[in-house]
């Protein structure tokens, strides 16, 4: 059967990219024809039968180009084990027009990439509905117009029913576990068996039913999961009892051990939901830095608005002690703002008129008029949310092992229970023996903690991360940046300031005058680079009175060479060595011939002051050297890096003996410089060749291919936004000592996928043949398989606890739901 498809491909530049996308997908196996329409970025495939879309969006990515595929996050409902997940993962990649579709079992949401209507919210629920689960209602707005989390609050309320489900069930179980409780204190006693009917019966069937309907669901798809397992094995002890009561007459019955175990495993599932919620805390907590309403002025009278109504340009008004609503930049005011449930930056950071403010600060004690400049879904707050519950809901590289044994595992226990069954009845003629080893082999199994183990970790290490100013794009990159042996740095704005800065001042010998403070005040109107450094310097170092500068007139321009101006009755010039020659003043300049070598070395910028107020007899006053200083965080963190046991490399365009002085500064291991920007991706390359796994950390533009080209890309969050992009990693404040923390939380959350992983095996592993050898009872196997999961999921969670060494503690490593709620509060 004949089938067309449309893909949308990103990339295409001209007629030469049609014809490599429309050559690559000919290529396909099926593909009878494919047309790109260039003008509107899509390709027309034809084929002799349905061909899955990810074969051919892997076709246009191999030709260099990507398929824009929509990504759709769903809420699944009926998951409980990992081989649930499995299933649906397999339902959702069925669908025609799903790319990829990656379930997390710990935050229990499905992502899907696909194109076309097959990947639409209905399609993906009816495929997720015929597996056998359901799908939360998508998030909808409030009557305020913000985004309410239906599947949240939908979680809640499962959550309280289940525990009330779970303590009913633990009063009709208890009843019937208290003979066996009195037995070793010599007391024997046992109920009626009419009375251990009716008290069994409901835990059975109207507490135990959830377990046979997704069990029923499982067999109708052809496949098992935990619910099967547990529905056959009590189904099994409960049967046995009616058989041994009322056929056989005895009164040794298991209607105990089929109502304890469900009790048992609803509890672990109960505890289970408790300890999932807490690793999806830091994205609750960013979505409450969200202010529902904001105070815009319009038409001159300030009025209360919610936040979806506030549009880009509108300038917003923010009192002392009220979160920020959205981001902008400061029209008028100063304060200081706490950005530190955004940043990680443990101190207020102090604001003026011009400077940038992002959305969920907290103002401080000044009155802010704000600029809004970018709303909804483009503000900072929003993708950094975005970004953790892509990290949070994507798969790590080491979870393909798990999934692979999650597909075999329920076959296996069952072919496992069977074999018991078997082999004690057959071998010793007690199948009542046997039935029971059989029931403990199939609920001690579970494919539970295998599900949770890698997830959990990874929303446990990227929430943290979050808090302190670290957000992980992808868990690949989280389990990748353990084993980073050398970080390759960029120089401007990741090691420096970025901003030019007064290194280097002398005065001439003999002189005596504020040379600072006179350079300063020429420079005061000046909207240059290098005079905002002089005064900003001048200002600092309180060349004037208070840092309050000299008063200076008739300031002129020399063009090329520097300014002119008098300051205290003295006429003064200010420029480059051209124009001390000019003056006459080069005989001068030998005096300072070891500091002009040394800092043209290291790439400075030189300025001289002169006094021109005797123009027979002009006199040098002193030298001024602008270079960019390094950020004061840079040592330590080379140094961090280097107790790790990581080389660290510079990779600049600036010439060698500037990059040659911040090495030795900073004790870099090596230096590669006067590297082109179109260069550095094959320089990190190169050092990738050597055997090393390679971190680039950068923060411009011209840094993104070196970034992506990179084993793991760490992007300062000071820098842009294609910097960000191409990144792994992105640092939300531009400290270098945060590459040594997020290098830090990668091993400590891969130790715990690790730790994760080694008890859910050895759980199973050995849990399974005790059992089969019946060394174990059904209700001590119920309560090992309900403390499994928990045990993982609290293992996971004890990663809330990490914090970044060396770095100042900021409000941000409290916890955020709190931080978050007690911040809410206008003063």
């Known amino acids: 059967m004949r089938s067309e498809l449309t893909l949308p491909v990103a990339g295409m530049t001209c007629a030469t990219c049609a014809g490599r996308v429309e050559k690559a997908l000919a290529a396909v196996p099926g593909v009878t024809s494919a047309q790109v329409n260039l003008a509107s970025e899509t390709v027309r495939v034809a084929s002799a039968a349905d061909l899955p879309v990810a074969q051919l969006a892997q076709a246009v990515a191999d030709a260099g180009y990507r398929v824009s595929a929509q990504t759709t996050r769903l809420v699944i409902t009926g998951m409980t084990c990992a081989t649930c997940a499995g299933r649906v993962e397999k339902a959702l990649a069925a669908v025609p027009g799903v790319i990829s579709a990656q379930v997390n079992l710990a935050n229990e949401t499905a992502e899907v990439h696909g194109v076309g209507p097959g990947a639409d919210f209905a399609t993906l629920e009816t495929a997720i509905e015929a597996a056998g689960y359901g799908v939360a209602p998508p998030a909808a707005a409030d009557a305020s117009g913000n985004v309410a989390d239906t599947a949240e609050l939908a979680r809640e309320r499962r959550e309280r029913r289940e525990g009330l489900t779970v303590a009913v069930g633990a009063l009709l179980s208890l009843p019937l576990v208290l003979p066996m409780l009195l037995q070793p204190v010599g007391i024997h006693w046992m109920l009626p068996a009419l009375v251990q009917f009716l008290l069994a019966t409901p835990v059975q069937f109207v507490i135990g039913a959830r377990f046979y309907r997704a069990g029923w669901s499982a067999v109708k798809a052809g496949s098992g999961n935990m619910d099967l397992l547990v529905s056959l094995g009590t189904s099994a002890a409960y049967g046995l009892s009616l058989y041994q009561w009322l056929v056989l007459g005895e009164m040794h019955l298991y209607f105990e051990a089929a109502a304890v175990v469900i009790v048992l495993v609803r509890l672990g599932k109960w505890l289970e939901s408790r300890a999932k919620r807490q690793t999806t805390e830091a994205i609750r907590a960013l979505q409450a830095l969200r202010p529902d309403t904001a105070r815009v002025i319009r038409g001159g009278v300030e009025q209360e608005l919610p936040?979806?109504?506030?549009?880009?340009?509108?300038?917003?008004?923010?009192?002392?002690?009220?979160?920020?609503?959205?981001?902008?930049?400061?029209?008028?005011?100063?304060?200081?703002?706490?950005?530190?449930?955004?940043?990680?930056?443990?101190?207020?950071?102090?604001?003026?008129?011009?400077?940038?403010?992002?959305?969920?600060?907290?103002?401080?004690?000044?009155?802010?008029?704000?600029?809004?400049?970018?709303?909804?879904?483009?503000?900072?707050?929003?993708?950094?949310?975005?970004?953790?519950?892509?990290?949070?809901?994507?798969?790590?590289?080491?979870?393909?092992?798990?999934?692979?044994?999650?597909?075999?595992?329920?076959?296996?226990?069952?072919?496992?229970?069977?074999?018991?069954?078997?082999?004690?009845?057959?071998?010793?003629?007690?199948?009542?023996?046997?039935?029971?080893?059989?029931?403990?082999?199939?609920?001690?199994?579970?494919?539970?903690?295998?599900?949770?183990?890698?997830?959990?970790?990874?929303?446990?290490?990227?929430?943290?991360?979050?808090?302190?100013?670290?957000?992980?794009?992808?868990?690949?990159?989280?389990?990748?940046?353990?084993?980073?042996?050398?970080?390759?740095?960029?120089?401007?704005?990741?090691?420096?300031?970025?901003?030019?800065?007064?290194?280097?001042?002398?005065?001439?010998?003999?002189?005596?005058?504020?040379?600072?403070?006179?350079?300063?005040?020429?420079?005061?109107?000046?909207?240059?680079?290098?005079?905002?450094?002089?005064?900003?310097?001048?200002?600092?170092?309180?060349?004037?009175?208070?840092?309050?500068?000299?008063?200076?007139?008739?300031?002129?321009?020399?063009?090329?060479?520097?300014?002119?101006?008098?300051?205290?009755?003295?006429?003064?010039?200010?420029?480059?060595?051209?124009?001390?020659?000019?003056?006459?003043?080069?005989?001068?300049?030998?005096?300072?011939?070891?500091?002009?070598?040394?800092?043209?070395?290291?790439?400075?910028?030189?300025?001289?002051?002169?006094?021109?107020?005797?123009?027979?007899?002009?006199?040098?006053?002193?030298?001024?050297?602008?270079?960019?200083?390094?950020?004061?965080?840079?040592?330590?963190?080379?140094?961090?890096?280097?107790?790790?046991?990581?080389?660290?490399?510079?990779?600049?365009?600036?010439?060698?003996?500037?990059?040659?002085?911040?090495?030795?500064?900073?004790?870099?291991?090596?230096?590669?410089?006067?590297?082109?920007?179109?260069?550095?991706?094959?320089?990190?390359?190169?050092?990738?060749?050597?055997?090393?796994?390679?971190?680039?950390?950068?923060?411009?533009?011209?840094?993104?291919?070196?970034?992506?080209?990179?084993?793991?890309?760490?992007?300062?969050?000071?820098?842009?936004?294609?910097?960000?992009?191409?990144?792994?990693?992105?640092?939300?404040?531009?400290?270098?000592?945060?590459?040594?923390?997020?290098?830090?939380?990668?091993?400590?959350?891969?130790?715990?996928?690790?730790?994760?992983?080694?008890?859910?095996?050895?759980?199973?592993?050995?849990?399974?043949?005790?059992?089969?050898?019946?060394?174990?009872?059904?209700?001590?196997?119920?309560?090992?398989?309900?403390?499994?999961?928990?045990?993982?999921?609290t293992n996971a969670l004890l990663l809330k606890r990490w914090r970044p060494t060396g770095l100042p503690h900021s409000p941000a490593s409290a916890p955020l739901h709190r931080k978050a709620a007690a911040s809410t509060t206008t003063v």
């Open 307 to 793: 936040i979806a109504q506030v549009r880009v340009g509108d300038v917003t008004v923010v009192r002392p002690g009220e979160r920020i609503p959205l981001d902008g930049k400061i029209r008028t005011g100063t304060s200081s703002v706490d950005e530190s449930l955004i940043t990680g930056e443990s101190l207020p950071v102090d604001k003026a008129p011009g400077d940038p403010v992002t959305g969920g600060a907290i103002n401080g004690n000044g009155l802010l008029r704000i600029v809004v400049g970018a709303v909804g879904s483009e503000t900072v707050l929003a993708r950094i949310i975005r970004l953790v519950e892509d990290a949070q809901g994507a798969k790590a590289p080491i979870q393909k092992l798990v999934d692979k044994v999650a597909a075999i595992f329920v076959p296996v226990v069952l072919a496992i229970a069977f074999a018991t069954l078997l082999a004690w009845g057959l071998g010793s003629g007690h199948w009542e023996t046997a039935l029971i080893n059989a029931v403990t082999v199939l609920v001690i199994a579970c494919p539970c903690a295998l599900g949770l183990a890698t997830p959990a970790a990874i929303m446990a290490g990227t929430g943290v991360g979050a808090r302190h100013g670290i957000l992980i794009k992808d868990a690949e990159a989280l389990e990748l940046a353990q084993k980073i042996s050398l970080v390759a740095f960029d120089k401007t704005g990741t090691l420096t300031r970025g901003q030019p800065g007064l290194v280097f001042q002398r005065a001439a010998p003999g002189v005596t005058a504020p040379v600072l403070a006179w350079a300063a005040a020429v420079q005061s109107g000046s909207e240059h680079p290098l005079a905002k450094a002089t005064v900003a310097a001048a200002k600092s170092e309180g060349g004037a009175d208070n840092g309050t500068l000299p008063a200076a007139h008739n300031i002129e321009a020399l063009p090329g060479r520097g300014m002119a101006g008098q300051v205290e009755g003295h006429t003064l010039r200010l420029g480059s060595t051209r124009l001390m020659g000019e003056l006459g003043l080069a005989a001068a300049l030998a005096d300072f011939a070891t500091d002009q070598q040394r800092l043209t070395a290291q790439g400075c910028s030189l300025a001289w002051l002169a006094d021109v107020s005797d123009s027979a007899v002009p006199r040098l006053l002193g030298l001024f050297a602008y270079g960019d200083p390094l950020k004061p965080e840079s040592a330590e963190a080379i140094a961090t890096l280097h107790r790790q046991g990581i080389r660290t490399v510079l990779v600049t365009g600036d010439n060698r003996g500037a990059a040659q002085a911040v090495a030795s500064q900073l004790t870099l291991d090596q230096v590669e410089a006067e590297v082109l920007p179109a260069d550095k991706a094959a320089t990190i390359a190169r050092l990738k060749a050597g055997g090393s796994v390679v971190a680039m950390v950068g923060d411009g533009i011209n840094d993104a291919p070196a970034l992506a080209s990179a084993d793991v890309g760490i992007a300062m969050g000071s820098g842009t936004d294609v910097a960000m992009h191409a990144a792994g990693i992105t640092l939300m404040r531009g400290d270098p000592r945060l590459v040594a923390a997020a290098i830090a939380l990668s091993r400590m959350t891969v130790r715990k996928i690790r730790q994760n992983l080694f008890w859910a095996f050895i759980y199973n592993v050995v849990g399974i043949p005790l059992a089969a050898l019946g060394l174990l009872n059904p209700v001590f196997a119920g309560a090992a398989m309900a403390l499994s999961s928990v045990s993982v999921l």
